[in-house]
């Protein structure tokens, strides 16, 4: 068994930071991407940021220069440093990885349960 914990979600301005964090636990032999998608109410579920187990980073175009992705390996965990946040950046967040529970098998792309994220004045 596998779990992705996620924390750091909450209320928040216009203008205002908060930090997320997903600490993965379990059977795991080994972490390769780590990341974070959200999803809006009536809207698709889209790519914040992804960090690649090489320390490779990829960013939703939305949040692009706001958004910082960093990792710790030795924690199994993955952090979203959110600035500048907008009131679109509402949304439930999601932390994904992609986790090799032996080894020599496929990979699997395990979520965690969501955290609620809202920017309101």
């Known amino acids: 068994q596998v779990q992705l914990v996620e924390s750091g979600g909450g209320l928040v301005q216009p203008g205002g930071s908060l930090r997320l964090s997903c600490a993965a636990s379990?059977?795991?032999?080994?972490?390769?991407?780590m990341g974070w998608y959200r999803q809006a109410p009536g809207k698709q579920r889209e790519l914040v940021a992804v960090h690649a187990s090489g320390g490779n980073t990829n960013y939703g175009d939305s949040v692009k220069g706001r958004f910082t992705i960093s990792r710790d390996n030795g924690k199994n965990t993955v952090y979203l440093q959110m600035n500048s946040l907008k009131l679109e950046d509402t949304a439930v967040y999601y932390c994904?990885?992609?986790?090799?529970?032996?080894?020599?098998?496929?990979?699997?792309?395990?979520w965690g349960q969501g955290t609620q994220v809202t920017v309101t004045s």
């Open positions: 379990g059977n795991i032999f080994s972490i390769l991407a």
């Open positions: 994904t990885a992609e986790i090799n529970t032996a080894r020599g098998l496929v990979p699997y792309d395990y």
